[in-house]
Nanobody, 123 residues
Framework: QVQLVESGGGLVQPGGSLRLSCAASGSFLRVESMGWYRQAPGKDRELVARISSTGSTNYAGSVKGRFTISRDNSKNTVHLQMDSLKPEDTAVYYC?????????????????WGQGTQVTVSS
């Protein structure tokens, strides 16, 4: 019953910016860590950025200083502000989240993925 929906992808010129958003919805207690991963054609899926429930962040070296991850806990939403975009940033970007549900008094934490949003950086 948990869904992650990404938005904000698109086509942008090198040096431009995009802001990705991902909202968790459904039946759950809370969202723990959230993150963004990306996968380019012929490449492995890689971590872009993650943010913990308390705001601790982690970035891939290739995007550090250019991308900023943030979250709004009240809306169960994570954002990725992407600045100074490069052609090599072109990929499908996937939202992920560790989501806690409770059945009775039992807590469960499961990893969920969005369907992905295409980011294309090209002149």
């Amino acid at each position: 019953q948990v869904q992650l929906v990404e938005s904000g992808g698109g086509l942008v010129q090198p040096g431009g910016s995009l802001r990705l958003s991902c909202a968790a919805s459904g039946s759950f207690l809370r969202v723990e860590s959230m993150g963004w991963y990306r996968q380019a054609p012929g490449k492995d899926r890689e971590l872009v950025a993650r943010i913990s429930s308390t705001g601790s962040t982690n970035y891939a070296g290739s995007v550090k200083g250019r991308f900023t991850i943030s979250r709004d806990n009240s809306k169960n939403t994570v954002h990725l502000q992407m600045d100074s975009l490069k052609p090599e940033d072109t990929a499908v970007y996937y939202c992920s989240a560790d989501i806690v549900t409770v059945v009775g008094a039992i807590y469960h934490t499961t990893l969920h993925w969005g369907q992905g949003t295409q980011v294309t950086v090209s002149s």
